[in-house]
């Protein structure tokens, strides 16, 4: 199984602040990669697919990138309503999520 | 407009059975990928099994042997059937639709509960 590596677990900023997260896939897997934001009690939604394909109707301040096999997902501009859990998941085979990273608001 | 709704969570005891159900309006869950994606308390998202349009199925090696997932396509309809069931397989159960050509999911249900418990 393809193994996905996210961090940091946890983060705390600023609204405003640009936030980066990182995950690292176990082996290439070109750019199926996708990022999903969770709130509490809530499915997660997809924000990003394809490495850096914006779902429609995500706000343009996420972003993703590739380089190799490592992912980051950006939010430019930190906005209260981004307090979330985020997940990074690969679709080259078998999917598989990584850990989680969760953005709390300072 | 895409809705899926599951049902048929509950408490249960270990090594009983129970069967999910994920109701799918708004598409046909014979043209899409169809998913089960759990969540444990306080923990990350698990994929556990895949239903491709062709009807292959595929499993988490977590839960192979175990579960089944099928669909009924007059009722537009995916199912997971989970039997042998364990404490750890207690969690949040989510259907989700994956587009036709990879499993990126883009529409997701509401969740239904699992409890295994004595």
């Known amino acids: 199984d393809i193994q996905m590596t996210q961090s940091p677990s946890s983060l705390s900023a600023s609204v405003g602040d640009r936030v980066t997260i990182t995950c690292r896939a176990s082996?290439?897997?070109?750019?199926?990669l996708n990022w999903y934001q969770q709130k509490p009690g809530k499915a997660p939604k997809l924000l990003i697919y394809?490495?850096?394909s914006l779902q429609s109707g995500v706000p343009s301040r996420f972003s993703g990138n590739r380089s190799g096999t490592d992912f980051t997902l950006t939010i430019s501009s930190l906005d209260p309503e981004d307090s979330a859990t985020y997940y990074c998941?690969?679709?080259?085979?078998?999917?598989?999520f990584g850990g989680g990273t969760k953005v709390e608001i300072k | 407009e895409v809705q899926l709704v599951e049902s048929g969570g509950g408490l249960i005891q270990p090594g009983g059975s129970l069967r999910l159900s994920c109701a799918a309006s708004?598409?046909?869950?014979?043209?899409?990928?169809m998913s089960w994606v759990r969540q444990a308390p306080g923990k990350g998202l698990e994929w556990v099994s895949i239903?491709?349009?062709?009807?292959?199925?595929y499993y988490a090696d977590s839960v192979k042997g175990r579960f089944t997932i099928s669909r009924d396509n007059s009722k537009n309809t995916v199912f997971l059937q989970m039997s042998s069931l364990r404490a750890e397989d207690t969690a949040v159960y989510y259907c989700?639709?994956?587009?036709?050509?990879?499993?990126?999911?883009?529409?997701w249900g509401q969740g239904t509960l699992v409890t295994v418990s004595s």
């Open positions: 989700a639709r994956a587009t036709s050509i990879t499993t990126i999911f883009d529409y």
């Open positions: 708004g598409f046909t869950v014979n043209s899409n990928y």
């Open positions: 239903i491709y349009s062709g009807g292959s199925t």
């Open positions: 082996q290439s897997i070109d750019s199926y």
């Open positions: 394809a490495a850096s």
């Open positions: 998941q690969q679709c080259y085979n078998n999917p598989t």
